[in-house]
């Protein structure tokens, strides 16, 4: 199983961005995926994750601000970032949870997309 990470980029203060992460592979079914980041110097923290069935959380600097969503059929999960601030700067990794279709459960990270908040 792959993850290809996309979307981010240099926005000002105030912008919008939207993550794409696409899982790619022998996935029988998705547990869960989530999306972490990390600043240069700072450990990496959950951004924000979603079940299968569609439960969210959110790291407390983004509620309101960030929207997680997955996308089954696709096997895609998103990241949509409003209004985002400097402090939102750093690399976004998204990780996944699966079931193959050989019925062992396997979890990997996806390639870092950096996202820049800066005017």
């Known amino acids: 199983v792959q993850l290809q990470a996309s979307g981010g980029g240099l926005v000002q203060p105030g912008g919008s961005l939207r993550l794409s992460c696409l899982a790619s592979?022998?996935?029988?079914?998705?547990?869960?995926m989530g999306w972490y980041r990390q600043s240069p110097g700072k450990q990496r923290e959950l951004v924000a994750s979603?079940?299968?069935?569609?439960?969210?959380d959110y790291a407390d600097s983004v509620k309101g601000r960030f929207t997680i969503s997955l996308d089954h059929a696709e096997n895609t999960v998103y990241l949509q970032m409003n209004s985002l601030k400097p402090e939102d700067t750093a690399v976004y990794y998204c990780?996944?949870?699966?079931?193959?279709?050989?019925?062992?459960?396997?979890?990997?990270w996806g390639q870092g997309t950096q996202v820049t908040v800066s005017s």
């Open positions: 979603i079940t299968s069935g569609g439960s969210t």
């Open positions: 990780k996944g949870d699966y079931i193959e279709y050989n019925g062992y459960r396997y979890a990997n």
């Open positions: 592979g022998s996935i029988l079914s998705i547990n869960d």
